[in-house]
């Protein structure tokens, strides 16, 4: 699993989508302040699209397959997670 953030120009080896966009921050959350759970100052129209964002944190869960892939298993998880947190589910 990455350790570190992910510099603005890498992409994934195995599909070539860019690392650091917002579909791969663990501040990520649908609902929030434009979909983030911190305090960033303007929205981001393309959460898959690369950028500049300094709160950007690698979420673990995107990288539980080992490849650096989100696996559908992970994929399933974080669907749950957001609607648990939605909708105060348990899991």
């Known amino acids: 699993m990455p350790r570190e953030k992910p510099g603005f120009n890498e992409i994934c080896e195995s599909c070539g989508r860019d690392l650091h966009a917002c579909l791969n921050c663990r ?33 673990p869960a995107y990288f539980e397959d080992g490849t650096g892939n989100v696996s559908g298993k992970s994929r399933a998880k974080l669907a749950r997670s957001d609607f648990d947190s939605l909708f105060g589910g348990s899991g």
């Open 27 to 59: 501040f990520l959350e649908n609902g929030s302040r434009w979909d983030c759970r911190e305090s960033v100052d303007e929205r981001v129209p393309d959460k898959e699209a690369r950028n500049h964002c300094g709160w950007y944190e690698t979420n």
